[in-house]
């Protein structure tokens, strides 16, 4: 059940960050991986929406988190419930050295360095960073819930395969899409204090935006 888990953290994260990654779907049948990326063992599918030279730091950070989100829902699945100590590096790295995460330890890689420069951390204390951020996003019972649907409809698909409408149409069905509307901006404005402002566009549109909230109270 773990690696549906993972999976399911996976397809979530894509979900809420679905501005910038599209799903094609998620599947754990080796031989239908294989029809999409002949390398690939499974997984979920799908594409970034953007040119990677457009992405601003905190949609890079996004990325991360989608690719950070596998391992820990299935580390919450099979840990829970999570003490402060696995935020500690000397916990969580010889977890995540394991060869299941190999692949999206590389594809993380390549989006690091492009963010690291922006970033106010190191690479170990970001690493425990997004590994509590996303914790503590999981914590919620609307987040939890969706992705403990989408590994049980996964688990029980004779093909354990899910389409990204079917994708969509389970979270569609659960408490997710109102909270994430209700949550996203506190979410993302977390995220931004971990990156130098002077590079992050969003910053500027926030400024913006309250600069015309004073405009229009007078
Ligand atoms: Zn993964």
Redesign the pocket.
């Known amino acids: 059940m773990n690696d549906f888990y993972?999976?399911a953290?996976?397809v979530v994260m894509a979900f809420l960050f679905k501005d910038i990654f599209q799903i094609d779907f998620v599947t754990l049948d080796i031989k239908k991986s294989k029809e999409y990326d002949n390398l690939s063992l499974g997984?979920?599918k799908g594409k970034i929406k953007k040119d990677v030279k457009s992405l601003t730091p905190v949609e890079h950070d996004s990325i991360i988190l989608i690719?950070f989100?596998?391992?820990c829902a299935d580390n919450i699945f099979k840990l829970e419930p999570l003490t402060d100590e696995f935020y500690d590096p000397t916990c969580w790295s010889p977890k995540l050295g394991d060869i299941?995460?190999s692949?999206?330890i590389k594809k993380m890689n390549d989006y690091l360095i492009l963010l690291l420069p922006n970033l106010r951390l190191k690479q170990p204390s970001y690493f425990s960073n997004c590994i509590k951020s996303l914790h503590l996003l999981f914590q919620n019972k609307q987040v939890w819930d969706a992705i403990t649907l989408i590994s049980e409809t996964l688990y029980s698909k004779e093909n354990n395969t899910l389409t990204s409408q079917e994708i969509d149409e389970i979270i569609k069905s659960s408490e997710l899409p109102d909270w994430w509307k209700k949550n996203k901006d506190s979410f993302l404005d977390e995220r931004l204090k971990l990156i130098k402002t002077s590079s992050n566009k969003i910053s500027q549109k926030k400024k913006l935006t309250w600069w015309e909230r004073i405009l229009n109270s007078f």
């Open positions: 993972h999976e953290g996976h997984g979920l690719l989100a596998g391992f299941r995460y692949g999206d």
